[in-house]
């Protein structure tokens, strides 16, 4: 008959496999976020081989002044764009559903990029502009301060003691069509060529990447992942019930407070720089789920990985789907975000 202490020594050396299981698709999705990125360099009119992007990285001497140029100043932005974007919205997503304990909740669904949309409405259709705000800055300003502000709603809704969770939910639900009936309102107004701004904007594009927007984005996530990564334990005592984590001395407003703090500056910044991107906040966290549970030391980074992989790879897609022309990256990733989400939900309803 088996000891206690064996018992003990099996459930250890279970849970050591399974962290080193984890620990392996964590890895391995890093490894095919690298090559997406190397993909989506060497993808486009003029066709460069991966060697050639290799070089153009780390030895451009050895390349020609044009290719140099097309690696450099052009797909590489756009590229570290897509990892960027994408997980920023993952993570953004994962933590959103984990803080409101809705499984359909995302910077997407819950009205932040609607409200983006319709702060840079203000700015190409009525030229709403601040004297210390340069020109080119005003329409990412714009949407920031309108998705940062759709989201301290939101938490000051999960604040009060009068909304549960479901009615924050609603309330993000209520902001969808609040904001896309505001934009709607201001396309009405706007002259063609600002609608045709305008329009163009809310299909999200990755065209819009300069190493000035990258150096913003990239410091958001550097100052916001550390502090979702140290959060992971009471993130994950929160799946199992608020009662449950209060149980473990969390203080649950506190953590639900500071997550939304940082899932509005994650999910602002993002949708600011690139546009409305619909289902990488959605799809990247259940797909995440799938693979590595709830245990969310593993699952922020997964999530993050997915959300970059998903965001790369749509970049691809965009250039290669109609020959010679540079799709916006918001309708791919809605057609891809669409069909995965289905087949989540029909392979495992009970988790999504």
Known sequence: MATSGDMRAAALAAYRRQVRRRIAIVAGMGLLCLMAFALDISTGPSSLPLIDVWRGLFTPDQLSLPQQTIIRDVRLPYALMALLVGAALSLAGTEMQTVLNNPLASPFTLGVSSAASFGAALAIVLGLSLPFIPGDWMVPFNAFLASFGSVLLLEALARSRAA???????????????????VALIQFVASQEALSQLVFWGMGSL?????????????VVALTVPFSIRAAHAL????????????????????????????????????AFVGTIGF???????????LLGEDHRFLLPA??????????LASVLSKVLVPGVLLPVGIVTSM?????????????????
């Open 336 to 352: 891809i975000g669409v069909p995965v989400f289905l087949l989540l939900i029909m392979r495992r309803p009970e988790r999504v």
């Open 164 to 182: 549960g969770m479901e009615g924050v939910v609603l309330f993000g639900i209520a902001l969808v069509f609040t904001f896309n009936a505001l």
């Open 280 to 290: 990488i906040g959605l799809v990247g966290p259940h797909i995440a789920r799938l």
């Open 303 to 312: 999530s993050m990985l997915t959300g970059a992989l998903i965001m790369s």
């Open 207 to 219: 065209t819009r990447a300069t190493w000035n927007n990258l150096a913003v984005l990239a410091l």
């Open 236 to 271: 994950t005592a929160l799946r199992l019930g608020e009662d449950r984590a209060r149980s473990f001395g969390i203080d649950v407003k506190r953590l639900r407070f500071l997550s939304l703090l940082r899932i509005s500056a994650l999910s602002a910044t993002a949708v």
